[in-house]
T-cell receptor
């Protein structure tokens, strides 16, 4: 079983729709949760970063974390064609033995927003 | 305000050759991470370094792969005697401290002939 599960899609929505992207995880040690956006042939771009359960909002983006259910979501309001990309969830724990952390990624959801 | 810089963007090598991938972290960042993205797979952690120290190399293949982050200059990911299975996109990320957000470069796409 993968530590992080993410539906790869593809997901196609009309412009202006609300998009919901989700990930589930199995490792209860994960404390930090991120969403990245990756355009074709580019590196992941950090969208949201959170370390607590609840909601965090930034413009048209809302990140939701439910640690009890091991479930995170990203909502995109008023979606635009420029939002068409692959969205990656990522999470990490703090490793005492190395005083550091490493990210574990989902496989990414490919989103297309149609004009 | 430059982001994470990786070079080269594309690298072609023949089987058995060596590949060197470079990463300059964002200004003010002293923590560097390398990830690999194989075709049709997600990003996988390889190694975490601070200046002159390898902190966590649990994701590195045991043979042929090495990484360094010298006191001066970029971090280097080195792959010796490359094989076809090494073909992938290699991404570098940096952060100001452990558990702070990691920011990624645009990667080096390695192709093995």
């Amino acid at each position: 079983q993968k530590e992080v599960e993410q539906d790869p899609g593809p997901l196609s929505v009309p412009e202006g729709a609300i998009v919901s992207l989700n990930c589930t995880y199995s490792n209860s040690a994960f404390q930090y949760f991120m969403w990245y956006r990756q355009y074709s042939r580019k590196g992941p771009e950090l969208l949201m970063y959170t370390y607590s359960s609840g909601n965090k909002e930034d413009g048209r983006f809302t990140a939701q974390v439910d640690k009890s259910s091991k479930y995170i979501s990203l909502f995109i309001r008023d979606s635009q064609p420029s939002d068409s990309a692959t969205y990656l969830c990522a999470m990490s724990d703090y490793l005492e033995e190395t005083s550091g952390s490493r990210l574990t990624f989902g496989e990414g959801t490919q989103l297309t927003v149609n004009p | 305000n430059a982001g994470v810089m990786q070079n080269p963007r594309h690298l072609v090598r023949r089987r058995g050759q060596e590949a060197r991938l470079r990463c300059s972290p964002m200004k003010g960042h002293s923590h560097v991470y390398w990830y690999r993205q194989l075709p049709e797979e997600g990003l996988k952690f390889m190694v975490y370094l601070q200046k002159e120290n390898i902190i966590d190399e649990s994701g590195m293949p045991k043979e042929r792969f090495s990484a360094e982050f010298p006191k001066e200059g970029p971090s280097i990911l080195r792959i010796q005697q490359v094989v076809r299975g090494d073909s992938a996109a290699y991404f570098c990320a940096s952060s100001t401290a452990p558990n702070q957000p990691q920011h990624f470069g645009d990667g080096t796409r390695l192709s093995i002939l």
